[in-house]
């Protein structure tokens, strides 16, 4: 097992006020595996993103858990040995809207030089010859090593970055919505190149979206996140053929067809996110009363892990 995420909670502090971000999160993910975080905006993805890459800022706090990665609890090392040792090595971060992460000033064979000499790679040959063989492995010409950030479209931009987060070679690469903002096409492009770097490179890579039909086309198994709580986890296959918490079951039924019966999709209903018992109990067409003000907690049952008052009575505690 490559990462594993354990009772994760994380807590904002704003104007004495404690609000939680992140509650009881807990998944695995296996060496190569493409995992996907879905949920709706607010959900926890990017918070439980940036935890993992220990980017986690005042007024934001992690309050429990452990993340394992390789065994080790990365949440106990020095931040410094973890920079310099984990991030961008071993675990890299391809962040939300990470178009903009690219300097204008600067050209893109800058950015290669820039992350790789922070990081122990001095020879400026070897760190072209990384960077050409990368971009080749995306579909960019080595020509773009000499432009600058406002030459290259958005799809162009968002793959020189998936680029600079393999340079050192790292076991897993988290992507937050690396493909929102790009036409339907160049979705599908960048998509088809992280599945085939996932196959040739063996990286295990977390693909956070609030697409889930994005979601199925790419990944192996699912993380469903709702208030900051995980909702379900599962085979991504297993979970879209046969969802179990019914927060799921209203996302698959939210999703379009192009042959499909339009008459027959159904929205969630609208509602605040509770904050006593589950959190979707307000939006929830089955919620029972114990619902708004029971706690669940994550059973295991049949292969999958679901955080539902439904599934108490079907097999153990996770």
């Not at 905006?41 to 007024?59: E, N």
């Amino acid at each position: 097992m490559l990462l594993e995420v354990r009772n994760l909670s994380v807590e904002y502090y704003v104007e004495k006020k404690r609000i939680s971000a992140l509650d009881d999160v807990s998944f695995s993910q296996d060496n190569g595996e493409i995992l996907g975080v879905i949920g709706e905006s607010g959900s926890g993805k990017t918070t439980l993103a940036k935890a993992i890459i220990r980017a986690i800022r005042p007024p934001g706090k992690i309050t429990k858990g452990e993340i394992l990665f390789d065994g080790e609890d990365i949440l106990k090392m020095n931040y410094r040995e973890f920079k310099n040792q984990i991030l961008w090595r071993e675990i890299s971060y391809v962040p939300q809207a990470s178009q903009n992460s690219l300097n204008g000033t600067m050209k893109i064979i800058d950015h290669f030089y820039d992350t790789a000499m922070s990081h122990g790679m001095e020879d400026p040959t070897e760190i072209i010859e990384r960077a050409k063989e990368l971009l080749k492995m995306v579909n960019l010409d080595s020509k773009v090593l000499e432009m600058y950030p406002h030459e290259l479209s958005g799809g162009m931009k968002q793959r020189v970055l998936i680029a600079l987060s393999l340079l050192l070679n790292p076991q897993l690469v988290i992507m937050d919505e690396p493909v929102s903002a790009l036409d339907v096409v160049t979705q599908k492009h960048i998509l088809d190149n992280v599945r085939k770097l996932n196959k040739e490179l063996n990286i295990a890579i977390i693909f956070i979206t609030h697409d889930i039909a994005l979601a199925k086309y790419l990944t192996q198994k699912l993380v469903i996140m709702y208030g900051g709580e995980v909702m379900e986890v599962g085979k991504t296959e297993e979970i879209m053929t046969n969802p179990y918490h019914p927060y799921t079951t209203f996302l698959l039924k939210s999703i379009p067809s192009l042959r499909g019966d339009i008459s027959q999709l159904k929205p969630i209903r609208e509602g605040e996110i509770s904050l006593s018992g589950c959190p979707f109990s307000n939006r929830c067409e089955y919620a029972t009363d114990m619902c708004k003000v029971w706690t669940p907690e994550s059973y295991t049952y049949d292969r999958r892990v679901v955080r539902c008052i439904n599934y108490a009575n079907k097999n153990g505690k996770n």
